[in-house]
Structures are given as structure tokens and as C-alpha cells.
T-cell receptor
């Protein structure tokens, strides 16, 4: 397996634009997680899905953020409208079960100008 | 919610020396404590984990100890090598899925 795949790897956009980050989990993994990493706040869990259903979105910072998982092999994290403070590295991770190892993707580095 | 403190934030050692990174957590209900290694430009990768029913776990040059009474756990790396240079994160979880991470330790192993 190729591991967790994320795209794009880098995204530079202007304030107010819509940004969509994409993730393909490891095949067979029922759990998918979205994290944000910044120098100030470290790694934070934004939302997680179980069998394509959002279970806990308490980490989503505000209504500008939304996440979907239309099928078992694809998830998106959307920011609309984007703001400079959204600049961070966004990671997607997947696991077989909640108590199992979480496998992280390479991340998307987002810069909002 | 859970709060995880990690120290030191940077650590520099000579090749062959040992490195120790320490974490404390606040939620006594936490029962799962993984350690992740993050290399530049990559996502975190699990290197070892420990559950609350175990006090120590070892995997070759890496070991983790857990003191539930004091609510702290530590990562020990022996015989460090240059390829051990990376950022290391500890985490704690009481629900197995919701990991709360420490702020990370930048480990530099000097040849």
C-alpha cells in the first residue's frame, strides 16, 4: 500500500479564497483523522470519521472549516473563506481501529497571504 | 480536557549517547501513550507506544516508561545515531482515538 495520500503537498492562496485539501486513507482503514500543525499550537485534532461518518468535530476551529468523507477512500477538508491565520500544515491520518496506530500522510502546507 | 507538557523542547547529544524526553499529562483517565517521530517534510510516524497496564516497554534502542501515579512518561533512546535526529512528539489519550500531543522535542544527534 502507498500509505495515506494527501494532495496538494503545498498550497498558496490569497485571503478570502476557498481551499480544498484532499486525503486518501489506507485501504481497509475505517478511521480517518484530520490534524492541523502550527508552531504555536502544535498538533491538533480537527475532526475524525468512522466508516465515513463524522464522529467528533469539536476541534474544528470555526464554521469556515468543513470536512466530508463521501466514500471510504476519499476525504476533503475545506476552508471557505481562508484567512492568514489558517496557514499551517494539515495532516490526514488513518487507522484500522481507534486503539490502533494512526498512520499519517505527508501533509499539506497551506499558506494564506 | 487533556493537557500534555513535553520537555525539553530541544536536545542535542553526541552520537552514541543516550537521549531522554519527558512528558506529563493531566487527565488521570488517559490510558494510551504513543510516541511519534517526525522527520523534516514528513508526517509523524509511530515509534513506540505504551498502555496504562504496563510500566515499561522496550524495542531495540528505544524504551518508554510510564508512571501513572505521577502522571508522567518518558522516551529513552540509547546509542543514538545521526538518523535519530528528528522531532519527537509524545501524546496521551483516554479514548484511544483522540490523541493530545505535546509540543515536540527537536533532537539533534551530532556525529
Amino acid at each position: 500500500d502507498a500509505g495515506v495520500i494527501q494532495s496538494p503537498r503545498h498550497e498558496v492562496t490569497e485571503m478570502g479564497q476557498e481551499v480544498t485539501l484532499r486525503c486518501k486513507p489506507i485501504s481497509g482503514h475505517d478511521y480517518l483523522f484530520w490534524y492541523r500543525q502550527t508552531m504555536m499550537r502544535g498538533l491538533e485534532l480537527l475532526i475524525y470519521f468512522n466508516n465515513n461518518v463524522p464522529i467528533d468535530d469539536s476541534g474544528m476551529p470555526e464554521d469556515r472549516f468543513s470536512a466530508k468523507m463521501p466514500n471510504a477512500s476519499f476525504s476533503t477538508l475545506k476552508i471557505q473563506p481562508s484567512e492568514p491565520r489558517d496557514s499551517a500544515v494539515y495532516f490526514c491520518a488513518s487507522s484500522l481501529a481507534p486503539s490502533n496506530e494512526q498512520f499519517f500522510g505527508p501533509g499539506t502546507r497551506l499558506t494564506v497571504l | 480536557g487533556e493537557n500534555v507538557e513535553q520537555h525539553p523542547s530541544t536536545l542535542s547529544v553526541q552520537e552514541g549517547d543516550s537521549a531522554v524526553i519527558k512528558c506529563t499529562y493531566s487527565d488521570s483517565a488517559s490510558n494510551y501513550f504513543p510516541w511519534y517521530k517526525q522527520e523534516l517534510g514528513k508526517g509523524p510516524q509511530l515509534i513506540i507506544d505504551i498502555r496504562s497496564n504496563v510500566g515499561e516497554k522496550k524495542d531495540q534502542r528505544i524504551a518508554v516508561t510510564l508512571n501513572k501515579t505521577a502522571k508522567h512518561f518518558s522516551l529513552h533512546i540509547t546509542e543514538t545515531q545521526p538518523e535519530d535526529s528528528a522531532v519527537y512528539f509524545c501524546a496521551a489519550s483516554e479514548s484511544n482515538y483522540k490523541l493530545t500531543f505535546g509540543k515536540g522535542t527537536l533532537l539533534t544527534v551530532n556525529p
